[in-house]
C-alpha cells in the first residue's frame, strides 16, 4: 500500500489526467498532487491519486527502477504484487472484484 | 520510456551495495556497543529488506526491527467488527483488498461475505464512489484503513463531492504517534527509526523533528530500494554514533522536509486525530484519523446506529489467543519467535492479521524463507 508507481502524463482533463505506466493507460486524479502538472511530466501513483510530481531529473531512474521490479515480478513477489495493485486501482482501470482468496493485488494481475 | 539498459543498477549496484555495507559494518563497529537496536515503520521497508535478503548484508551487530509499518495489521478487532455489522446489515461494504480476511473478534469480512454479506474489493476510493452512483438504491460504506498517505485520498474524494449513499468508515491510522508509543515501550531499545517515504511525501521530513529532539533518537526518511535501505542504514548509525538526534532526508527524489502541502491540507480538512487502540499493540494517543464533526453526515459511525456487542461475545479461538502479531509490531518479536508461524498460521490461513496483508511481516517472511538470517550461511 505504501509503494507508489510512476508514470507520464498523457493527457489532462480537470483534475483527472491520463497517465502512461509502462505502456498501460490509466485516468488519475491530480486532486493531492503537490505541484501543477503538465503533459509530459512524470508523477507518483498511490492508490489511484498521483502525490507526486517527480523532478525530471529523477525520471530515468525512477522509471528503471520500476520497470525491473514489474520485469522480475514473479507470482509471490509482494511488492510487485503491490506495484500491480496501484496501477490496477487507478479509477480508469476495469474495477473487476479481486474476489478472492489471496485478497492481495496478485490476484488482480490476470483480470 | 526509459532505456530498461541499466540505470535502475544506480540503486541495486552490488558494488554499491558491498561498499555500503561495508561502511556500515565500520559504523556499527564505532558505536561501541552491540546490537545497535534500529526500527522501521513500515511494511514496505521489510518487503524490500526480506526481498532483497538485505539482512545478509547488515553487520552482525546491527539489529533492525520491524515496527508498526502495516495498516491492516493494527486495524483494532472493533474497526472490524463494525465493518462486518454493517455489511451482515445489509449495506455494501467496499474496502482495500487485505481487510477483507482480516478476523475481527469472531468474523471477517470474507465471513460476513459467506453469510450474505455484500463486500466489494477496490483499489482505490475513486472506485468505491463509482460503486455508490452504480447502486443508488444501496448505502455503500467505505471501511477505509491506511496511513496518512492512503487517508489524504479519502479526504480527496469526499472534498470533491459524493453521492448521498455513499459514507466512510475510517479506520485510518497515522503513524507519528505510535512511533512516540513504541518508542517508549518497555522492554524496546531502539536507537534509531527509518521513517517511510511515501508516508513523509505527504507529511514532509519535519513532522518527525519533534519526535527526534524529544525522544532524543535519530530519524532517517527512507526509499525502498536496496541501496535506499542501506544509505539510510548508514545515515542513521552515523547519526547515533554521533548522538545527534535530528531528522536527515535519505529519499530526496520524493520527499521534502515540508512535504505535499496541499495533500496536507486537504487531510486536515477531512480528518481529526482521535486516540484509539492500535491492534496489539496499546492505546495510541491521537493514532487514529476520524472524519471532522462537519462531515458527521458522511461518517458510517454517525450515519448508523452500530451495534457490534453481538458480534464478539465469544472468545477469540485458541489459536487466535497464541497469536504474537501485536508483539511483532510492537517490534518486540519477530515472526520466527510465534510458534504457529508456517504451521497453523498460513497465508491461505491467517490466524493473525501479520500473515493477512502483504505488508504484515508475517506474510513478508513466510513469502520470502522465513527468517533470512543468511549471515549464518556465509560464515
Not at chain 1, 47 to 54: L, N, P, T
Not at chain 2, 60 to 76: E, I, R, S, Y
Not at chain 2, 211 to 232: I, S, T, W, Y
Not at chain 2, 304 to 309: E, G
Request: glycine share 10%; aromatic share 6%.
Amino acid at each position: 500500500m505504501c509503494l507508489g508507481v510512476p508514470g507520464k502524463v498523457l493527457a489532462i482533463d480537470g483534475m483527472e489526467a491520463t497517465v502512461d505506466f509502462f505502456g498501460v493507460r490509466k485516468v488519475l486524479r491530480l486532486d493531492i498532487v503537490d505541484e501543477p502538472v503538465t503533459v509530459g511530466d512524470y508523477v507518483l501513483n498511490h492508490v489511484g491519486f498521483a502525490i507526486r510530481r517527480i523532478p525530471p531529473s529523477e525520471v530515468g531512474e525512477t522509471l528503471a527502477l520500476f520497470e525491473q521490479v514489474l520485469k522480475e515480478a514473479a507470482q509471490d513477489d509482494l511488492m510487485a504484487a503491490d506495484v500491480r495493485g496501484e496501477l490496477a486501482g487507478l479509477p480508469g482501470a476495469r474495477s473487476d472484484r479481486a474476489r478472492a482468496h489471496g485478497s492481495t493485488p496478485a490476484a488482480e494481475e490476470k483480470s | 520510456m526509459a532505456d530498461p539498459g541499466l540505470d535502475e543498477l544506480k540503486f541495486r549496484d552490488p558494488a554499491r551495495a558491498r561498499a555500503l555495507s561495508a561502511a556500515l559494518a565500520r559504523e556499527v563497529a564505532a558505536v561501541g556497543h552491540e546490537p545497535v537496536s534500529v526500527m522501521h515503520v513500515c511494511g514496505s521497508h521489510e518487503q524490500s529488506i526480506a526481498r532483497f535478503g538485505l539482512r545478509a548484508v547488515f553487520p552482525p551487530g546491527l539489529q533492525v526491527v520491524m515496527g508498526p509499518g502495516c495498516p491492516v495489521c493494527v486495524t483494532d478487532l472493533p474497526e472490524v467488527d463494525e465493518a462486518v455489522a454493517l455489511a451482515l446489515a445489509g449495506h455494501r461494504v467496499a474496502t482495500y483488498g487485505d481487510m477483507v480476511k482480516v478476523p475481527g473478534s469472531a468474523r471477517s469480512l470474507a465471513d460476513a461475505e459467506a453469510e450474505g454479506g455484500k463486500v466489494d474489493v477496490v483499489y482505490s476510493v475513486q472506485q468505491a464512489v463509482e460503486l455508490a452512483r452504480t447502486h443508488p438504491g444501496e448505502e455503500v460504506v467505505f471501511f477505509a484503513s491506511g496511513f496518512e498517505t492512503t487517508a489524504v485520498a479519502t479526504a480527496a474524494v469526499l472534498l470533491n463531492g459524493v453521492p448521498g449513499n455513499f459514507s466512510v468508515l475510517s479506520a485510518h491510522k497515522y503513524v507519528p504517534p505510535a512511533m512516540e508509543v513504541v518508542a517508549e515501550m518497555p522492554g524496546s531499545h531502539i536507537e534509531g527509526f527509518l521513517a517511510a517515504g511515501h508516508a513523509a511525501a505527504i507529511t514532509g521530513s519535519a513532522v518527525f523533528e519533534p519526535f527526534a529532539a524529544k525522544h532524543r533518537v535519530p530519524v532517517v526518511v527512507a526509499g525502498f530500494e536496496p541501496l535506499d535501505v542501506l544509505a539510510a542504514l548508514l545515515k542513521l548509525v552515523e547519526l547515533i554514533r554521533g548522538k545527534r538526534a535530528e531528522v536527515a532526508n535519505m529519499y530526496p527524489r520524493v520527499v521534502t522536509r515540508e512535504g505535499n502541502r496541499p495533500a496536507q491540507e486537504k487531510l486536515w480538512r477531512v480528518f481529526q486525530l482521535v486516540g484509539g487502540r492500535w491492534r496489539g499493540i496499546a492505546h495510541i494517543p491521537d493514532g487514529n484519523l476520524r472524519l471532522r464533526d462537519e462531515w458527521a453526515h458522511l461518517d458510517a459511525r454517525r450515519r448508523f446506529s452500530l451495534d457490534i456487542s453481538g458480534l464478539h461475545d465469544r472468545a477469540p479461538s485458541g489459536l487466535a489467543q497464541r497469536c504474537i502479531c501485536g508483539e511483532i509490531m510492537a517490534g518486540l518479536k519477530q515472526p520466527s519467535d510465534c510458534e504457529l508461524f508456517g504451521r497453523e498460521c498460513l497465508p491461505d490461513s491467517p490466524v493473525g492479521a501479520c500473515m493477512v496483508s502483504s505488508e504484515g511481516s508475517c506474510k513478508i517472511w513466510h513469502t520470502y524463507g522465513g527468517l533470512p538470517d543468511l549471515r549464518e550461511v556465509r560464515r
